[in-house]
């Protein structure tokens, strides 16, 4: 079928070249199961498979608590890009998934779109809530706001601290390094290239411009 060999023919297959073919194969089937999935036919049999947890439940604890059932989902529509993954509709979150067939498969055979459109189609499996974010505690009382900001600045300030060393320990070498001798070599180099520049005349400026 890929070759567009006719059974009639006495044509076969070198046997290098029986791996290239399966391969690709194997691709061209992917790229038309993402597309049959996104007709009625195809959305109806995964709707079969979501109602039998083929695919597996959300990791979220929140989720799991409620046996949230996941779909496949693809983080690109481009072959060899990234392997599925699943999506849960619940906590709008993409996961790794749990079996080891569906992580073998190229995301590209589900797609990007097939996810959105199949809660869009079936509107009655949106969730109504979503789950509520953690939040951190400390014997039972919350966390201020102020205090994570101000963590959050010493650890950006001891973490610049070093860079901040080596940048003015570099700036001091240089400083070293740069004798009077050093700098009165680079005055008289400007000063004579001042002067080649005031002796320029008006007559070679006029020449440059014409031409």
């Known amino acids: 079928m890929i070759l567009d060999f006719d059974d009639q023919d006495d044509h076969r297959l070198p046997d290098e070249q029986k791996p290239l073919v399966e391969t690709a194969a194997q691709m061209l089937y ?4 993402a597309r049959f ?5 195809g959305m109806a ?30 983080m690109s529509d481009q072959l060899r890009q990234a392997p599925a993954k699943v999506y849960c509709h619940h906590c709008r979150e993409v996961y790794y998934s749990k079996s080891s067939k569906l ?23 949106v969730p109504p809530t ?51 001798q050093t700098a009165q070599a680079a005055l008289k180099s400007g000063a004579a290239g001042s002067a080649e520049v005031r002796e320029d005349r008006p007559e070679d400026r006029k020449e440059i411009l014409v031409d």
Request: charged content about 15%.
């Open 130 to 180: 979503m789950p509520s974010p953690f939040v951190p505690r400390i014997y039972g009382f919350k966390v201020h706001k102020s205090f994570k900001d101000r963590a959050r600045s010493q650890v950006l300030g001891q973490a610049r601290g070093p860079i901040q060393n080596t940048l003015e320990g570099g700036a001091r070498g240089s400083t070293k390094a740069s004798s009077p």
């Open 30 to 33: 992917g790229l038309i199961h």
């Open 45 to 74: 049999a995964m709707l079969d498979k979501y109602n039998a947890y083929v695919y597996g439940t959300c990791p979220l604890t929140q989720c799991e608590a409620l046996n949230q059932a996941v779909l496949p989902i693809g």
């Open 37 to 41: 999935i996104l007709t009625s036919r």
């Open 103 to 125: 992580e073998c498969l190229d995301g590209a055979y589900f797609g990007t779109t097939f996810a959105s459109l199949f809660f869009l189609t079936y509107q009655h499996l």
